[in-house]
Nanobody, 126 residues
Framework: EVQLVESGGGLVQAGGSLRLSCSASGFTFHEYAIAWFRQAPGKGREGVSFIRTSDDNTDYAVSVKGRFTISTNNAKNTVYLQMNSLKPEDTAVYYC???????????????????WGQGTQVTVSS
């Protein structure tokens, strides 16, 4: 059974940092693309960052580029999202998601993410 479990959310002041973790199980890590998405109240879901360990491909939303860093610990099947210089507009529920990607064609913007975690709340106060 595929499982994704996020952790690391919380309340932080603007300018602060958080590190989110996504622990994955039930699938072969390097055959999948993993992405972080977020959804703020009253807004649609937004792709934040993407990583594919099979070719070290990463991608970021323009709104977080230079502030967020995605990385993996392949031995632990865990994906991290280091979030620095947080802004109130980063407040959202953050989800990690996985897409089977043996052909290495997945992106952060496609609709092929079949597996999702339960989400973790990030709140940035001004």
């Amino acid at each position: 059974e595929v499982q994704l479990v996020e952790s690391g959310g919380g309340l932080v002041q603007a300018g602060g940092s958080l590190r989110l973790s996504c622990s994955a199980s039930g699938f072969t890590f390097h055959e999948y693309a993993i992405a972080w998405f977020r959804q703020a109240p009253g807004k649609g879901r937004e792709g934040v960052s993407f990583i594919r360990t099979s070719d070290d491909n990463t991608d970021y939303a323009v709104s977080v580029k230079g502030r967020f860093t995605i990385s993996t610990n392949n031995a632990k099947n865990t994906v991290y999202l280091q979030m620095n210089s947080l802004k109130p507009e980063d407040t959202a529920v953050y989800y990690c998601a996985a897409e089977y990607d043996p052909l290495r064609i997945a992106t952060m913007r496609d609709n092929g993410y079949d597996y999702w975690g339960q989400g973790t709340q990030v709140t940035v106060s001004s």
